[in-house]
Nanobody
Framework: VQLVESGGGSVQSGGSLRLSCVGSGYTYSSYCMGWFRQVPGKKREGVASVDSDGRVSYADSVKGRFTISQGNAKNTYYLQMNSLKLEDTAMYYC???????????????????????????WGKGTLVTVSS
């Protein structure tokens, strides 16, 4: 499994960025896919997620500003980030994990929890810096 993020960069407060995540080496019928972020000294937090049934979840801090979506190409995902704030500055990671059950049987927030993804389920990250 390989995941590669791109699209990070520097942007002024109020601006927008679109992150991309392209996965290869896997085919999952039931899965979670999530965008996470981490700043030094803090735990990795879930930002947005989607499951194989198309259910999306967002962290309260990004609701109404960020949108997760799936691309037309297989294993391609996006995170559209609008109205960026200084506190959105972080390394952003995408992750995908297969599920042993139909995703619709799970709590929708399951896919937003970093602990539910294994060590090998992550990309290397892309840095987003928001400045005033």
């Amino acid at each position: 499994v390989q995941l590669v993020e791109s699209g990070g960069g520097s942007v002024q407060s109020g601006g927008s960025l679109r992150l991309s995540c392209v996965g290869s080496g896997y085919t999952y019928s039931s899965y979670c896919m999530g965008w996470f972020r981490q700043v030094p000294g803090k735990k990795r937090e879930g930002v947005a997620s989607v499951d194989s049934d198309g259910r999306v979840s967002y962290a309260d801090s990004v609701k109404g500003r960020f949108t997760i979506s799936q691309g037309n190409a297989k294993n391609t995902y996006y995170l559209q980030m609008n109205s960026l704030k200084l506190e959105d500055t972080a390394m952003y990671y995408c992750a995908v994990v297969p599920l042993g059950v139909v995703s619709a049987t799970l709590n929708p927030l399951y896919c937003l929890r970093a602990g539910n993804y294994g060590e090998d389920d992550w990309g290397k990250g892309t840095l987003v810096t928001v400045s005033s």
